[in-house]
Structure formats: structure tokens, C-alpha cells
């Protein structure tokens, strides 16, 4: 059995205080949930570095495009409200910093 929390939670139930320096996602296609799930412990991480991925949405590398599009802005909306992008490619990498820490 494989149990499977949140980020969020699990800094909770440890009672991790703080910030947290570094979180660096590659779950193959899962960073457009994991990001806005991290609810309030967003703004508690000072850089994040992401694999973005494309994912599947149907028959066809059109389709596919459309579906991973449309998460993969809604990621950016939630990161934009905590973090500034610093570098990367689409559906590559991505390097975020949380906004105070920038000039």
C-alpha cells in the first residue's frame, strides 16, 4: 500500500516551520496539479525548479498540444502569483523565484 499526501500536509503534520529553499518537480506530467496543490506552502518556497511536460488529451499531437496548453498556463497563473520566472523552455524546464527575493 502506497499512501500519497500533499505537499501542504505533510508540512503540516511534521510541523515544518519556515522557508523552504528549493522545491524541483519532475513528475512527468503531474506539475499541473502539484503546483496549485501546494496551496499556501507556494509562498513559503523560495525557488522552484520544474520539468514541464506535455500531456495526453485525446488522439492526436494537435490534441495533445491543446489539453497541455491549457495546464500548463493555468500552472503559470498560480506561480504568478507567489514567483516571477526566471528561465527555461516550454515543456522542458523552468526555474522560479519567489517575487520578494528578486531586485
Known amino acids: 500500500v502506497v499512501h500519497v499526501h500533499q505537499v501542504s500536509q505533510v508540512l503540516e503534520l511534521l510541523q515544518i516551520p519556515g522557508e523552504i529553499d528549493l522545491v524541483h518537480m519532475n513528475c512527468e506530467g503531474c506539475e499541473y ?7 499556501p506552502a507556494l509562498a513559503r518556497v523560495r525557488f522552484l525548479q520544474i ?6 488529451g485525446g488522439e492526436g499531437l494537435q490534441s495533445a498540444m491543446d489539453g ?9 497563473s ?11 523552455l516550454p515543456f522542458v524546464w523552468e526555474r522560479w523565484v519567489r ?3 528578486r531586485p
Open 33 to 39: 496539479e502539484a503546483i496549485p496543490a501546494l496551496g
Open 99 to 101: 517575487r520578494d527575493l
Open 78 to 88: 498560480a506561480l504568478d502569483e507567489t514567483h516571477v520566472f526566471e528561465r527555461g
Open 51 to 56: 520539468a514541464t511536460h506535455m500531456v495526453g
Open 68 to 76: 497541455s496548453v491549457v495546464k500548463y498556463c493555468g500552472m503559470h
